[in-house]
C-alpha cells in the first residue's frame, strides 16, 4: 500500500507530466479547470484525497468541457485516475462510488450507453 508521502509525490509528478498547474489548499472545494490545466484539491493525505486528487487531474488530461454530458465526464476521469494510479485499492474504488453515487450515477454505469443514445444506435 502506498504510503501518504507516496502518493502526493504521485499527484504531483502526474500533474508536471500533464503541464497540470496543483493549488494545494487545505479545506477548498475540490475542483478541475480543465482548459486552464489547472486543479485545486486538499493536501494529499490518504487514499479519500488521493483518488480525489487524481480524479480531478483526469478532467484536465481527458480536456473536459462544460457543454459535455456529467455522466460521461465523471465516469471517463475516474477511469482515468484508477489507470493512472500505481494502485487502485478497494478503499479508492469506494471513494469512486461514493462520488459517482453524489451525481446519481450508478457505480456500474456503462458510458458505451451514452455514446449509443447520442447517435441512435440500438
Known amino acids: 500500500m502506498l504510503t501518504p508521502e507516496e502518493m502526493s509525490a504521485h499527484v504531483m509528478r502526474v ?13 477548498c472545494k475540490i475542483y ?17 484525497t488521493f483518488s480525489l486528487a487524481m480524479h480531478e487531474a483526469g478532467h484536465v488530461v481527458l480536456r473536459h468541457r462544460p457543454e459535455q454530458d456529467r455522466t460521461w ?6 477511469k482515468w485516475a484508477a489507470s493512472h494510479s500505481p494502485e487502485w485499492t478497494m478503499e479508492m474504488d469506494s471513494v469512486r462510488i ?8 450508478p457505480p456500474d454505469f456503462n458510458p458505451a450507453n451514452t455514446i449509443n443514445n447520442w447517435i441512435g444506435f440500438r
Open 32 to 48: 478541475a479547470y480543465p482548459t486552464l490545466h489547472l486543479i485545486h484539491i486538499n493536501p494529499v493525505v490518504d487514499v479519500h
Open 98 to 105: 461514493h462520488c459517482l453515487g453524489c451525481w446519481g450515477i
Open 15 to 27: 500533474c508536471d507530466t500533464w503541464g497540470i498547474t496543483c493549488r494545494v489548499m487545505p479545506g
Open 73 to 78: 465526464k465523471e465516469i471517463l476521469a475516474w
